[in-house]
């Protein structure tokens, strides 16, 4: 009987023994287990994350295409997308003391800028920009003797400054022949020859024009009847003036007046 129960007293601790033991091995088998579990984690919760960050790239690209913008080109070299970061301000310079420095950009000025005058543009061009111009009320008259050569006949009409301040003329004036009574006679002066500068008129200044005709026989027999007074319009004035004079006898239906040219 003592055998019996010192057999299976042994029989028991054995089976202790082989229980630790499976134990032991099904803890060393757990160990071993966890860095394979740890990895398949790992590798799923980057795949999570890539499948997360390619989405947001996804939807980053798909709103700057709407905006109407063209889409940002990918870094070379770059596999993936590139995603618009925000863009980060230099820090403003700062001086010695700590305070800001003062940007090299200078200020944009606001105020007009005039425009140089071109090469051609006379000094008397650039005073005529500055002066107003003159009217009839501030102007006198002078008619020259004729100067007859060639079967043409030619006189400087002369106008004078008599304001007080300066004035300009350019272009053709108005010029026409009157009868006693205030007709006209034939037509106005026709313009001869090309525009010419501005001219400045000073008080007491004086311009020019010449007026034109023929010879009686040059051109035909016929000439019109002596005036009695000149009509003048000023250039760009609707106010007229008059001078009384005999001159110009217009013979072969020729009257012609040129542009104002400094006297």
Known sequence: MSRVSDHFQTFRTSSREQGRDKD???????????????????????????????????????????????????????????SSAPSVSAPAESGGDGAPGVSSTPPSSTAPVQAAPSAGQSGTGQAAAASSRCTANQLGLSLSAPDAGAGNIRYDLRLINKGAGACVLRGFPGVSLLAGDGATIGRPAAREGEQLPAVTLAPGGTADVTLHTLNKGIKGSSCWAAPSLLKIYPPGSKDAMTLRTSAPVVCGDTFTVTAVRSG
Request: aromatic share 2%; charged share 20%; with cysteine.
């Open 24 to 82: 032991s091995l099904t803890d060393r088998e757990a160990d071993r287990s966890r860095p394979a579990r740890a990895g398949r984690v790992w590798r799923r919760g980057a795949l999570a994350a890539s499948v997360t960050l390619l989405a947001v790239a996804t939807a980053a690209c798909g709103s700057g295409g709407g905006s109407g913008g063209s889409p940002a080109s990918a870094p070379e070299g770059s596999g993936g997308s590139a």
